[in-house]
C-alpha cells in the first residue's frame, strides 16, 4: 500500500487551488511537477492549469471534497486571508516536494551503498533530512507573522483536537 502523507498533501494543495484558483499562477512551477497517480486527480491538476473544466477533473474535484482526511480543509482555507492561505498551500508544496526529494535520495543511497557510506552520500542524507524537517515544521522566525494571531490559532487547534471533530457523532 503507497503512503498516505504525500498523496495527503497532494490532495490538500489540489483541494486550495480549486478553492482559490487566483493562488495558481504564484504556484504554477511547483504545481506543473506534481504528477498525481490518480487519473481523476491528474483531470483536475490540468483543468486547475489550463483553466479547462473536464468531467474527470470535476469527478476528481468531488472526490477530494468527500475525503474524510481533508475534510477541514475548504472551512480552514475559506477562512484564511489571501495571504495566510498562500502560506497554507506554500508550506503544503514544501513538504510534498520534501517527502518526494527524500524519497527519491533515500532509494538513490541504497542503490550506491556498497560496504561503508562514504561523507558525501552521509552529507547528502543529512542535507535531504535537514530539508524534510524545515518543509515539516517551518521555524517561526522564519515565517512572516500574515496578522494572525499564533495563539488564538493554537486554541482553535487544541480545542478541534480536544473534541474529536473528526470522529462522527453517536446515533441517537
Do not use: F, Y
Not at 468531467?55 to 468531488?62: I, K, M, S, V, W
Not at 510534498?96 to 550506491?112: I, T
Not at 522564519?142 to 470522529?167: K, P, V, Y
Request: glycine letters at 6%; charged letters at 30%; one cysteine or more.
Amino acid at each position: 500500500m503507497p503512503e498516505q502523507g504525500p498523496d495527503l498533501l497532494e490532495g490538500a494543495a489540489l483541494l486550495i487551488c480549486a478553492l482559490r484558483p487566483a493562488m495558481i499562477p504564484a504556484v504554477e512551477a511547483r504545481l506543473e511537477r506534481l504528477i498525481p497517480r490518480d487519473a481523476d486527480r491528474a483531470a483536475l491538476l490540468h483543468d486547475l492549469l489550463t483553466r479547462d473544466d473536464s468531467p474527470a477533473g470535476r469527478r476528481g474535484l468531488e472526490t477530494l471534497r468527500r475525503d474524510a482526511h481533508l475534510g477541514l480543509t475548504p472551512t480552514v482555507v475559506e477562512q484564511q486571508e489571501d495571504e495566510a492561505a498562500a502560506a497554507i498551500l506554500g508550506n503544503l508544496l514544501d513538504r510534498l516536494e520534501a517527502a518526494r526529494a527524500a524519497s527519491h535520495e533515500l532509494a538513490r543511497a541504497e542503490s550506491e551503498i556498497q560496504g561503508e557510506a562514504d561523507e558525501g552520500l552521509t552529507w547528502r542524507i543529512s542535507q535531504i533530512a535537514r530539508a524534510r524537517h524545515r518543509a515539516e515544521r517551518p521555524e517561526m522566525e522564519t515565517t512572516s507573522d500574515l496578522n494572525e494571531d499564533r495563539d488564538a490559532l493554537s486554541a482553535q487547534l487544541s480545542d478541534w483536537l480536544s473534541g474529536q471533530i473528526w470522529r462522527k457523532p453517536p446515533r441517537r
